[in-house]
């Protein structure tokens, strides 16, 4: 909050309840009354604004009514907190109230726990870019506020995000803290691009990770975007913003339940799409801060994928082999499956060409096949396999009975396995 203007509050102004303010820097603001950094004013002795860890300085005010804080009607509580250097005026005007470990640099603000600095300079430097997304106030290393609060009250990063809790055990007053780095808070991701789940599975779990660091508190907010082809209300519960959250050294995944709700209608594969924002702490997003949720209508019969036999014979003369691959008990909507080949007896490269890829089924299809090379050769040989696998499905479609088969290539040249093969 720096270099504002308003007649009351000109960085904060505060008529609530309750208010916060923390690891903030407010400085440069200007009030043409009072409270040139910060008011709380209005109708009631029960508003609150606690200030915690904050540097509030060089502000001021006109009227020369706390030039840096100005409290009017309810209760101002501070705690780890700078005020300092008002522009005009005295620091504060008005109750205040230490919960300790402050520093008052002209004894207006009257804070009287053991622990708080009356009537000192803070020794701060001029307002500038020292690192992370906003100006900061750094702190001489001769300051009287560096490593002034004890490691139990000291929050996890500064306002630039930087790690508070020095091997020191003890931390800074106010908003900067002097000889730290920036905090690996981590990136927080969802696990995967995409998720699936059946209407009558009741419930779909996508996972949120914290990745690369766990350094200070963060949090993040998820919501759906309502830009699926799924309805919320009708096929799954309405998801509204809400936010996750990781203590300081916390890496662990947090799970997003989303309510299914399974009907009688035939509606094919529908989606939500589901985001992460307004990460804090200094965690980061990734390419993964959205994620897709795939619904398998139960009603609508997709198949499943096997191989038409276990075994398929060829010779090195016939130079490939077809594999034919069905789609049984369900022909409903376009699907895929995969397929590889990998080595049994026969050797990729010598005895076949290895192949993978993918099969697409139209809606209504229930065949498809590949070919699978075969290398022929001089070398008297037994009887070797190729293994053929199918994989990775899609969402709505399960493999069969047959997923794995093999390919017999038959020997060449009247070989017996283990026999004489040397001609003579």
Known sequence: MLNNTAELGGGFY??????????????????????????????RDSYR??????????????????????????????????VSDAGSGENCQGEMTSLGHNLDSDRSCEMDTV????????????????????LTHALSADSPAVNRLVVDICPDVDQR?????????????GAFETGSERADSGTLTFSAARYSAAESDGTATLLVQRLGGS????????????????????????????????????????????????DNAQEGLESAVFALFA??????????????LVVIDDETQYGNFSFSSRTYEV???????????????????AVSVGYETSDGGAEADADYTPVQGRLTFADGETAASFNVPILPDDIQEADEDIV???????????????????????GNDNAVEGGDTSGG
Not at 14 to 19: N, P, R, Y
Not at 124 to 134: C, E, F, I, Q, R
């Open 315 to 333: 010779t090195e003369d016939d130079g490939f082999v077809t594999v034919s691959v069905e789609r049984l008990n369900g022909s409903y909507g």
């Open 14 to 43: 505060s008529a609530a309840d309750k208010a916060q303010l923390s690891n903030t820097t407010v400085s440069g603001n200007r009030a043409r009354q009072s409270g040139g950094g910060v008011f709380l004013g209005g109708y």
């Open 215 to 262: 350094q200070g508190q963060v949090s993040v907010a998820y919501s759906d975007l309502l830009i699926g082809s799924a309805a919320a209300r009708y096929d799954y519960e309405e998801v509204n913003a809400d936010i996750l959250y990781w203590a300081d050294g916390d890496a662990t995944d947090r799970s997003v339940e989303i309510v299914l709700r399974d």
């Open 279 to 292: 990460q804090t702490g200094g965690a980061t997003l990734n390419a993964l801060s959205r994620t897709e």
């Open 388 to 410: 053929i696998t199918l994989v990775e499905p899609s969402e709505a479609v399960a493999l069969g009975s047959i997923s794995s088969a093999k390919i017999i290539i038959a």
């Open 49 to 82: 604004f606690d200030v915690s860890n904050s540097t509030i300085a060089f502000n001021q005010a006109e009227a020369g009514v706390g030039g840096n804080i100005h409290n009017e009607v309810g209760r101002m509580r501070l705690t780890g907190s700078i």
């Open 161 to 173: 995000f930087h790690y508070r809790k020095a091997e020191n055990g003890n931390c800074d007053i």
């Open 115 to 134: 622990t708080d600095l009356m009537g000192v300079s803070p020794l701060l430097a001029v307002l500038a870019d020292n690192g992370g997304p906003t």
